[in-house]
């Protein structure tokens, strides 16, 4: 059964500052793993997908890296805003399983002004 | 707005009420989910459907009844739930069933009181 670990649970940052989310999981035979943000009491918003053939992907000041053999992907903010405050969750689609996403429990980002 | 389209934001309902969440797409998508979120908890998959046909109930109790008539309209029947039952209920959609990225709606709030 795949498992999804997500650290650290809370994160506080001041504003300006670059920093990383980690991701791992125990099953290496996955078909992508996405990285999303929500916002309190909101729905996901899809911030990056990296495909399992992929090393990474980039948006703006996001960067996010999978290294599917030792199962793990880090999510990387440069200059962070507070307008970045809010909860950030890894998920993988299996390839056994390939509907089904299996998301961490999440990374409570606050970034102070 | 995401592409995903939940009703009601908000729903407070009694355990002997009957309710119904509606969820909508328009992105061309064939697969559909439901999922649900609770307190502290990883978001966890409840139903799946690929080309309006269910492939996946992950061992959802019998109150939450699933219906999709087409691959653009997802909805879940709620009946006789239970307090514990309170959560952020998301839908999502993606092309197709495995390997794909996933769009999430804003998600329905329910307290079942």
């Known amino acids: 059964k795949q498992e999804v670990t997500q650290i650290p649970a809370a994160l506080s940052v001041p504003e300006g500052e670059n920093l990383v989310l980690n991701c791992s999981f125990t099953?290496?035979?996955?078909?992508?793993l996405q990285w999303f943000r929500q916002d309190p009491g909101k729905g996901l918003t899809s911030l990056l997908l990296?495909?399992?053939?992929?090393r990474e992907q980039t948006s703006g000041r996001l960067n996010a890296s999978l290294d599917k053999s030792s199962g793990r992907s880090t999510l990387y903010i440069a200059a962070s805003q507070p307008g970045d405050s809010a909860t950030y969750l890894c998920?993988?689609?299996?390839?056994?399983?390939?509907?089904?996403?299996?998301f961490g429990e999440g990374t409570q980002l606050t970034v102070n002004p | 707005e995401t592409g995903v389209t939940q009703t009601p934001r908000h729903l407070v309902m009694g355990m002997t009420n009957k309710k119904s969440l509606k969820c909508e797409q328009h992105?061309?998508?064939?697969?559909m989910y439901w999922y649900k979120q609770s307190a502290k908890k990883p978001l966890e998959l409840m139903f799946v459907?690929?080309?309006?046909?269910?492939?996946e109930n992950n061992s959802v109790p019998s109150r939450f009844s699933p219906e999709c008539p087409n691959s653009s309209h997802l909805f879940l029947h709620l009946h006789t739930l239970q307090p514990e039952d309170s959560a952020l209920y998301l839908c999502?959609?993606?092309?197709?069933?495995?390997?794909?990225?996933?769009?999430f709606g804003s998600g329905t709030r329910l307290t079942v009181v």
């Open positions: 459907y690929n080309f309006k046909e269910q492939t």
């Open positions: 998920a993988v689609s299996g390839e056994t399983s390939g509907s089904r996403l299996t």
């Open positions: 999502a959609s993606s092309r197709e069933t495995g390997g794909y990225g996933y769009t």
């Open positions: 099953d290496s035979a996955i078909y992508n």
């Open positions: 990296i495909q399992s053939s992929q």
């Open positions: 992105l061309g998508h064939n697969a």
